[in-house]
């Protein structure tokens, strides 16, 4: 009896035995798992940081242009309020720090917007609107007296292409590629602007003939922050952050349209915001629709004067 009793115990260790260390290999398991996320968390976690310091460097160092030029600007002027300079060279430091001040808003406006587009509180307000209109006003407002102002010929007697859209968004919107065709752009080469009505769509294209973007960066350029390696601003001060097609490129996808881009390195580039002519257009697939061109208008900008 003794021996069978010693048998049910050494079996019964032994299949305690063998739970112990079905249970111990669970935990080393869990352990492990658990050792293998914090590693990725702290990756992540890494990776946040970084970004979030090159995004610190990127805005001091983008601040700072503006505000040293104002700062000198506004050294200048008192000296020569000291000494009664003519009223023309005050009024042309003001002119100046004037921009310095536009360019430090656009910053801060473009923070703001990115900001708001993360957390998903970036509304638009459609309204109808006469889009040649809209192109001839931000076509003022972007020469602003550096160019001759461009202007169209308009078909006589054809309707006026127009959509419902947010007027300001997608102002801001063809602002941004025109300051990127200029940027990206030599001196005095032109840039083409196109407003094209086609089926369910309207269509903008902004055409420069500038130093293009690689193929490799075609897919990358509406990231945040993301600027083309050892490309470099050819026309006029700014530099930017890397948030202008990122911010574009999500008010015309809150249009439900498409911003399209074509470039050739060397020869240039096009972005077109493509826009549904109303919230019902919205719906059906733009791609599925022929794009054929029903009406079509050009504005063509040169620059005589700008370095
Ligand atoms: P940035 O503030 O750097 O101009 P954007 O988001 O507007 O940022 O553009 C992202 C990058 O795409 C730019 O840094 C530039 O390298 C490239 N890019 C944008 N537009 C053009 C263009 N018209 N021609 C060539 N490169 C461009």
Redesign the pocket.
């Known amino acids: 009896y003794r021996a069978l009793q010693t048998r049910q115990l050494r079996q019964s260790v032994h299949a305690q035995q063998l739970a112990l260390e079905q249970h111990a290999s669970s935990l080393a398991q869990q352990v492990d798992e658990r050792t293998q996320d914090l590693m990725r968390s702290n990756a992540e976690l890494a990776a946040a940081n970084d970004a979030k310091e090159l995004m610190l460097r990127m805005v001091s160092h983008e601040l700072a242009g503006p505000i040293s030029s104002l700062k000198g600007m506004q050294q200048l002027t008192s000296r020569r309020l000291q000494r009664d300079a003519p009223r023309d060279q005050i009024e042309q430091a003001f002119q100046l720090m004037a921009r310095s001040l536009a360019r430090i808003e656009r910053l801060i406006q473009d923070l703001h917007d990115a900001a708001h587009i993360q957390t998903q509180r970036f509304l638009v307000t459609y309204k109808p609107c006469n889009l040649e209109e809209l192109c001839q006003q931000v076509l003022s407002e972007f020469t602003n007296g550096d160019a001759p102002t461009p202007t169209y010929q308009g078909v006589p007697g054809a309707s006026p292409i127009s959509a419902e859209v947010d007027p300001q968004r997608i102002s801001q919107v063809l602002l941004?590629l025109l300051s990127?065709?200029r940027?990206?752009s030599p001196p005095n080469t032109p840039i083409i602007v196109q407003l094209q009505q086609q089926a369910v769509a309207v269509a903008i294209k902004v055409c420069?003939q500038?130093?293009?973007?690689p193929s490799s960066a075609l897919n990358r350029?509406y990231d945040q922050f993301?600027?083309?390696p050892e490309?470099e601003v050819q026309t006029g001060p700014a530099n930017?952050?890397?948030?202008?097609?990122?911010i574009a490129n999500a008010i015309v996808k809150q249009h439900h349209g498409q911003l399209q881009v074509e470039?050739i390195v060397n020869e240039g580039?096009t972005?077109t915001v493509v826009l549904p002519v109303s919230a019902e257009s919205a719906l059906v697939d733009i791609d599925a629709q022929p794009s054929t061109t029903s009406s079509c208008l050009t504005w063509a900008l040169t620059y005589t004067h700008l370095s």
């Open positions: 941004n990127n065709a940027k990206y420069d500038g130093i293009g973007i350029i993301y600027q083309v490309s930017g952050l890397g948030l202008g097609l990122y470039s580039t972005l």
